[in-house]
């Protein structure tokens, strides 16, 4: 098992704990009569499900939770980053040559060319 693995395991782990005994915690509230804290009581509990719901579909989407390096996922995520910096690059070129139109122009407009 992967460390970044382990580190979600243990994450649902905390959070599902966390979230059933803060569950408990207002179950008590609500029995000694706080009315409100009954809402709390199944809203607490639900957090703890969709936390397992989470967990599950990171474990079981396609390609994992993130691209492993020298997957085909990875590689097209370089690959369109590249591309994206290429056309950055032809963007900024053709910028600064359009600048150097427009100063050509104004300078052959101020000889009265």
Request: proline share 2%.
């Amino acid at each position: 098992m992967s460390a970044r693995a382990f580190r979600l395991h243990a994450t649902v782990v905390f959070v599902v704990a966390a979230c059933l005994a803060l569950g408990w915690w207002q179950l008590n509230r609500a029995l000694s009569g706080n009315t409100l804290s009954w809402v709390y009581t199944f809203e607490w509990p639900f957090f703890a499900c969709y936390a397992v719901f989470l967990w599950w579909r990171l474990l079981h989407e396609k390609g994992g939770m993130v691209p492993r390096f020298g997957s085909a996922a990875a590689k097209e995520t370089r690959r369109s980053l590249e591309q994206a910096r290429r056309a950055l690059e032809e963007e900024k070129q053709l910028a600064e040559y359009n600048t150097y139109l427009s100063e050509l122009r104004a300078s052959d407009t101020a000889r009265g060319d």
